[in-house]
């Protein structure tokens, strides 16, 4: 079965630091990745997603990430926190065959908290 | 467009007690999905609606959970007999097709006491 793992429940950055949450999957053949955020009391919010193509995802709140099929990793990453990035990232797979495979399979989430 | 609603935002229930959760779809949008957050953890898949098939009941944990949507629309999970481990964020989603992006609703806290 598809698994997804994030390094490190909680990331703590200073604002202006680079931010880099990890995300590792188990599959033999590709998924569809994704990362979502939650911000608190609101629902997970879609931040990008790869599906083919170009391996460096740009998603929005100048966030972007990079699917390495060799690495079987999917890392999320900022230049600049913000103190408004402050918020629970999930990264999720949509495993292969695509066929029936409607639903998502989360990590445990990473709880990012941005330090003034 | 309005978003994916959620209905109670928080529920406290007493253990063996039976609760409902609905959920209000985006308007249009084909498929539904249920998940459960437990503290400290991702989501899991609880069960899936497209259109007028047969759901995808897979993720259900146990038969106490049952879900139901009329047509296109409204979905209601029922947790019977609720247990302690059953408290959990219950997320709810939708989607304009089966494949396209997930929607998530803010989500039901339930605390079985």
């Known amino acids: 079965a598809q698994s997804v793992t994030q390094l490190g429940s909680h990331v703590s950055v200073s604002e202006g630091a680079l931010v880099l949450l990890r995300c590792n999957y188990s599959s033999s053949v590709p998924p569809y990745l994704f990362w979502y955020v939650q911000y608190p009391n609101q629902g997970l919010q879609l931040l990008l997603k790869?599906?083919?193509?170009?391996?460096l995802v740009k998603g929005i709140n100048g966030f972007e990430a990079e699917f390495k099929k060799s690495e079987t990793s999917f890392h999320l990453t900022k230049p600049s926190a913000h103190m408004s990035d402050a918020a629970e990232y999930f990264c999720?797979?949509?495993?292969?065959?695509?066929?029936?495979?409607?639903?998502?399979?989360f990590g445990q989430g990473t709880r990012l908290t941005i330090n003034p | 467009g309005a978003g994916v609603s959620q209905s109670p935002s928080n529920k406290v229930t007493e253990k063996g007690k039976d609760v409902e959760l609905r959920c209000d779809p985006i308007s249009g949008h084909t498929a539904l999905y249920w998940y459960r957050q437990r503290l400290g953890q991702g989501l899991e898949f609880l069960i899936y609606?497209?259109?007028?098939?047969?759901?995808?009941k897979s993720g259900l944990p146990s038969d106490r959970f049952s879900a139901e949507r009329t047509g296109e629309s409204v979905s209601t999970l029922t947790i019977q007999r609720t247990q302690q481990e059953d408290s959990a964020v219950y997320l709810c989603?939708?989607?304009?097709?089966?494949?396209?992006?997930?929607?998530f609703g803010p989500g039901t806290r339930l605390t079985v006491t």
């Open positions: 609606f497209q259109g007028n098939s047969a759901p995808d």
């Open positions: 790869y599906t083919t193509g170009a391996t």
């Open positions: 999720a797979v949509r495993p292969f065959p695509l066929q029936g495979a409607q639903k998502l399979v």
């Open positions: 989603a939708s989607s304009s097709q089966p494949l396209d992006e997930q929607y």
